[in-house]
């Protein structure tokens, strides 16, 4: 398993854990009847288990499984737009996460900032994985 | 396919089917008067889907896929991950029971229900996530 491909499923494993507390504070919440005072986690809890753990394993898995056939960059520089959606989604995941726990003006700030290196993320990811979609070739990485 | 992971994925199939049967029940709450449980069973629904289909095949197919942390324990702690999956199951089925019954009356053995349920499922998630990651490895 490539390192960038260790990061993303370790870090997806530590959201995982992270928005099942969350998600556990929640409902247990509920049923004690403070379910108001715990409300303001459900944006973090959704954005953790949504963007952090799932999406974030899919790219890990992705960028571990699919053939590597066919790219003809180095593999330094083929890593290192693996390495960009990394970091992109986590601090998007991060600012989006906090956003709404914000208060005044900072809360949207964050979250748009937040969206957008999501969105970083996503044109990142494709631009690494799209070439090793392909059924012929050979590379060196 | 290791027997656990068939669990976890023919599991994750039924609950699937159960999310889009619910959801489709519920769409039809306009036109027809349904049951006040299932009109109360959003949340549930929700988590039907998310934990019962999604996280549920995720957990079945990495316990089987993930490289091996072990040549005498390939699939890392098999106890942990057998508690895993059942804590995940029964933790989703008492909520999907519970919540919208304690929706409509919310009572303190219904709530109590809802407490086991939330600690049920972070113990699974925390049982995953301990049995996973030594075998998130590089080469």
């Known amino acids: 398993m490539p390192r960038v491909s260790v990061w993303f499923l370790r870090t997806s494993l530590a959201y995982l854990g992270l928005g099942f507390t969350l ?38 898995v992705a960028v571990w499984i699919l053939p590597r056939f066919g790219v003809r960059r180095s593999p330094v520089r083929h890593a290192a737009t693996a390495w960009l959606a990394f970091g992109l989604l986590n601090v998007g995941v991060l600012l989006s996460g906090v956003g709404p726990l914000a208060g005044g003006a900072a809360g949207p700030g964050l979250t748009l900032a937040g969206r957008l290196a999501e969105a970083g993320a996503a044109i990142a990811f494709g631009g690494h994985v799209w070439a090793r979609v392909t059924p012929s070739g050979l590379s060196e990485m | 396919m290791p027997p656990l992971s068939r669990w976890y994925v023919k599991l994750a199939l039924l609950y699937f089917v159960a999310a889009l049967v619910l959801g489709a029940l519920r769409a039809a709450e306009p036109l027809v008067s349904l049951p006040p449980v ?22 079945g197919v990495a316990y089987w896929m993930f490289p091996r942390y072990a040549p005498d324990a390939p699939r890392g702690n098999d106890a942990v991950a057998t508690a895993t999956f059942l804590l995940l199951n029964v933790g989703l089925l008492l909520r999907l029971v ?25 113990l699974a998630g925390i049982g995953f996530v301990l049995n996973t990651w030594p075998r998130v490895k590089g080469r």
Not at chain 1, 25 to 48: D, I, Q, S
Not at chain 2, 38 to 59: E, R, S, Y
């Open chain 2, 38 to 59: 299932l009109v109360a069973a959003g949340p549930a629904q929700v988590h039907l889907l998310v934990v019962g289909w999604i996280t549920q095949m995720i957990f």
């Open chain 1, 23 to 60: 998600g556990a504070l929640m409902l247990a919440g509920k049923g004690l009847g403070t379910n108001l005072a715990w409300w303001r986690l459900r944006p973090a809890h959704v954005e953790f288990l949504l963007f952090g753990w799932t999406v974030q394993l899919v790219m890990g």
């Open chain 2, 98 to 122: 519970a919540e919208p019954l304690y929706a409509l009356h919310p009572s303190v053995k219904l709530g109590g229900v809802l407490v086991v349920s939330a600690g049920s499922q972070w």
